[in-house]
T-cell receptor, first 113, second 113 residues
Framework: EPEVTQTPSHQVTQMGQEVILRCVPISNHLYFYWYRQILGQKVEFLVS????????KSEIFDDQFSVERPDGSNFTLKIRSTKLEDSAMYFC???????????FGQGTRLTVV | AQSVTQPDIHITVSEGASLELRCNYSYGATPYLFWYVQSPGQGLQLLLKYFSGDTLVQGIKGFEAEFKRSQSSFNLRKPSVHWSDAAEYFCAVAFRGANNLFFGTGTRLTVIP
């Protein structure tokens, strides 16, 4: 069964450093998403991406965040200057029919120290 | 305001017992409705979804959910719980016209022998 793959599974970074979280969506999918889950809290939407541009973003997705689809297979989330409060599990998702059929990856646990 | 509520933070059931997890939403129209499961250290797996039509939806792993418009609810049920069902369960909604999911705070299910 096709799946969304995220790397790394766990990343530790120092406050102020840049991090890039990587995702390989399911190959024929056209819609891509990032969500995050702070420990003990609900899963929150960050951004959706379609046709090589951001289609929707939440208030959380400020200027510190950016997304990119650098080639035909990867979808990345960059945090420019990490803060302690960015520590969370970050989930990538992809879909061929918009949000109605999103498949989620296993997540990347980001720890900012 | 649009919202999704899971009133039960933690539920404990005996193996073989029936299960019902509650989910309520607040929205002016019928949203698209989903249940996801997150096993420890794992990503989010889609159990089932409701878009329209038959209000009783069958999903994977023996789960079902019933949409009740009058109660703005989409409760998840399973007639006989297995120890492997122990996980965190998230109700999610997609409001029409939006391209992202709103998640509830989750219900942690513990299964005792």
């Amino acid at each position: 069964e096709p799946e969304v793959t995220q790397t790394p599974s766990h990343q530790v970074t120092q406050m102020g450093q840049e991090v890039i979280l990587r995702c390989v969506p399911i190959s024929n999918h056209l819609y891509f998403y990032w969500y995050r889950q702070i420990l003990g809290q609900k899963v929150e939407f960050l951004v959706s991406f379609y046709n090589n541009e951001i289609s929707e973003k939440s208030e959380i997705f400020d200027d510190q965040f950016s997304v990119e689809r650098p080639d035909g297979s990867n979808f990345t989330l960059k945090i420019r200057s990490t803060k302690l409060e960015d520590s969370a599990m970050y989930f990538c998702a992809s879909s061929d029919v918009g949000t109605l059929g999103a498949f989620f990856g296993q997540g990347t646990r980001l720890t900012v120290v | 305001a649009q919202s999704v509520t899971q009133p039960d933070i933690h539920i404990t059931v005996s193996e073989g017992a029936s299960l019902e997890l509650r989910c309520n939403y607040s929205y002016g129209a019928t949203p698209y409705l989903f249940w996801y499961v997150q096993s420890p250290g794992q990503g989010l797996q889609l159990l089932l979804k409701y878009f329209s039509g038959d209000t009783l939806v069958q999903g994977i792993k023996g789960f079902e959910a019933e949409f009740k418009r009058s109660q703005s609810s989409f409760n998840l049920r399973k007639p006989s719980v297995h120890w492997s069902d122990a996980a965190e369960y998230f109700c999610a909604v997609a409001f029409r016209g939006a391209n992202n999911l709103f998640f509830g705070t989750g219900t942690r299910l513990t299964v005792i022998p």
